[in-house]
Structures are given as structure tokens and as C-alpha cells.
């Protein structure tokens, strides 16, 4: 594709059960990033894969957080036991090996009831 | 850790005016930059970096930047705004060579 893709664009969903939102990296791409925004800030780190391994998981805020990338190329971010302070958006983006420019994807908006 | 400030929270410009956006950050070594611009409904857009050599660094729809290292500052510029540069701009810093640490944001308004 021409562009980093995520699904879905907007996932609404009770406190308490767990969620999956998925990243389609740039074709090629090595690294792939998870990000959170949450409203009125900047994103923040989540966890940086390059090919199939995590490479960086120190921005996951707690266990109830995981990220897998089984292929090295599409990935899933899943939460469980979701909370009310997860809503935000959540952004993955991909670049030609860690470092380089990162090219982001539309967001992923979840709210929790 | 690495941080970065971005002072104003909103500004306003009128359109035809030019614009500057100020970011600080914080980094022991030589930082790789970033200005990125979010509008509404929109991914992060990349503007410009900054990585080494000349300081002032050129990006898309007419923006640039100045990196001065001696104030730890990235401001982001632009001669003359346009209604559609409403958005809002986030400055980055790399750290640890990977992940992207920004800033809160400056959200810009542009006045008739």
C-alpha cells in the first residue's frame, strides 16, 4: 500500500475487556512503532520492533499491554482487562530500519466506557 | 531521559503573517530533530529534521527551521501563513536512536 494503514479507525468497547487494534506497516519497512495520544498531548513510545522482535517494549505502561509482529510486517497491539484511562489514540508508524524518518499511520481512536 | 518543551500551547497568527514555533529540548549529544504537523482527522505529517551539518534546514510548504545548539532550541518558521497551515505542530527529538520523544504541541490558528 501507499501508506501505513490501521484498523479499525475507531473502536469503542467496556472497561474491562480486551482489545486488539492492528498496523499495516509500509511495504519493506523493517521498523514498525506503537504510539499513544492521548487528548491534548504529544504521542508517547509504546514499542519499537525491528523485523519480528521487540526491540524496545520500555514505553508499555504496564502487562496489561502487548505487541506482537509474528511476520515482520503487519502487527497487533493488544490490551487486556482494558481501563477508562486507556481512550486515546493509538498510532504505529514504520521506517526503513530504526532511526530513519518515520512515516505514521491515521490512528486507531479507542474510548473505553 | 531526553524531553522536549514546547512553550506555547496555542497561538494565533493572522493569515499572511509569519509564524515562528518554538521548541526546547533536552539531549546530551548532538539530537536529531524533528517538526511534524497533525491536522484534524490526520496523521503526524513530517516536516522537516534535522541531523547534522547546516543549521537551518529547509522542509515542505515552505517551512524551515534553525537549530541552535547554545540555546538547546528548534523553533519552526514560516514567512507567510496560509489558512490551511492551521494545525497542530509537534516537535521530536530521537532517543536512543529510535523512538521519537515530542512534545505537548502547539496548536496554530489562522485568522482572516
Do not use: M
Not at chain 2, 81 to 86: M, N, P
Amino acid at each position: 500500500g501507499a501508506g501505513v494503514s490501521q484498523t479499525p479507525s475507531n473502536k469503542v468497547t467496556e472497561k474491562g475487556k480486551y482489545v486488539e487494534l492492528r498496523c499495516d506497516p509500509i511495504s519493506g519497512h523493517t521498523a514498525l512503532y506503537w504510539y499513544r495520544q492521548s487528548l491534548g498531548q504529544g504521542p508517547e513510545f509504546l514499542i519499537y520492533f525491528q523485523g519480528t522482535g521487540a526491540a524496545d517494549d520500555s514505553g508499555l505502561p504496564n502487562d496489561r499491554f502487548f505487541a506482537v509482529r509474528p511476520e515482520g510486517s503487519v502487527s497487533t497491539l493488544k490490551i487486556q482487562r482494558t481501563e477508562r484511562g486507556d481512550s486515546a489514540v493509538y498510532l504505529c508508524a514504520s521506517s526503513w530500519g530504526g532511526g530513519n524518518e518515520q512515516f505514521f499511520g491515521p490512528g486507531t481512536r479507542l474510548t473505553v466506557l | 531521559a531526553q524531553s522536549v518543551t514546547q512553550p506555547d500551547i496555542h497561538i494565533t497568527v493572522s493569515e499572511g503573517a509569519s509564524l515562528e514555533l518554538r521548541c526546547n529540548y533536552s539531549y546530551g549529544a548532538t539530537p536529531y530533530l524533528f517538526w511534524y504537523v497533525q491536522s484534524p482527522g490526520q496523521g503526524l505529517q513530517l516536516l522537516l529534521k534535522y541531523f547534522s551539518g547546516d543549521t537551518l534546514v529547509q522542509g515542505i510548504k515552505g517551512f524551515e527551521a534553525e537549530f541552535k545548539r547554545s540555546q538547546s532550541s528548534f523553533n519552526l518558521r514560516k514567512p507567510s501563513v496560509h489558512w490551511s497551515d492551521a494545525a497542530e505542530y509537534f516537535c521530536a527529538v530521537v532517543q536512543g536512536g529510535t523512538a521519537l520523544i515530542f512534545g505537548k504541541g502547539t496548536t496554530l490558528s489562522v485568522s482572516s
